[in-house]
């Protein structure tokens, strides 16, 4: 007797609604392709990028 998994219910990212995390929603963790595009465009623009601290410098771009 096999038994399938349980499907668990998570709080969509984007908009904080109810979100099916299994194989069936294509868009996990996402409940829809909305809010999966709306993420996209918000990480592309750099909505998600982390200020830089003054007087911090990046070694990988720092000239030799």
């Given at each position: 007797?096999?038994?399938a998994p349980?499907?668990?219910v998570v709080t969509c990212?984007?908009?904080?609604?109810?979100?099916v995390y299994a194989p069936r929603n294509r868009w996990r963790?996402?409940?829809?392709e909305r809010c999966k595009q709306q993420d996209l465009g918000?990480?592309?623009?750099?909505?998600y990028a982390m200020p830089e601290r003054e007087g911090q410098s990046d070694p990988d771009f720092e000239k030799s």
């Open positions: 007797m096999s038994s349980e499907e668990r990212p984007a908009c904080g609604g109810d979100s963790p996402f409940c829809s918000a990480w592309a623009s750099g909505s």
